[in-house]
């Protein structure tokens, strides 16, 4: 991933303190409500907060595909996931072509 595809926009100043006195804040918000109007957070550390999120973002974001590939890769689950309609069930013909021995031996399935 470039530069580019990690761009996060920080919330600002009046986002954080609408937030913040709503109760509903997470801690990014209460750090900049807190020290960017006196100028503490200047542009290197928005930027560098900014590059810090986004490599978080990143980070979550592969352990969740690696965690559903995990998931793929299980025969029960896969199987479980089709009885509960999550995933789509394979069609005869594309079972037949997974298992091309049911099509020459039907009594041996």
């Keep these: 991933m470039d530069e580019k595809e990690l761009a996060v926009r920080l919330p600002s100043w009046e986002e954080c303190r609408n937030m913040v006195r709503s109760g509903s804040s997470e801690p990014l918000h209460a750090l900049i409500y ?9 542009d290197e550390w928005r930027d560098l907060l900014a590059k810090v999120i986004a490599a978080e973002a990143a ?3 592969k352990e969740a595909v690696e965690a559903e590939m995990v998931k ?3 025969p029960n689950a896969v199987h ?6 999550t ?5 005869i013909s ?12 039907p009594d041996q399935a």
Excluded: F, T, V, W
Excluded at 34 to 42: A, H, Q, R, V, W
Excluded at 87 to 91: E, G, L, R, V
Excluded at 94 to 102: D, R, V
């Design 87 to 91: 995933i789509a069930k394979p069609s």
């Design 80 to 85: 479980i996931n089709m009885l509960r309609g």
């Design 59 to 61: 980070r979550i974001a």
């Design 34 to 42: 807190e020290n960017e109007p006196s100028g503490k957070l200047g």
């Design 72 to 74: 793929l890769s299980d």
């Design 94 to 105: 594309q079972i037949m072509h997974i298992y091309p021995e049911i099509s020459r031996n």
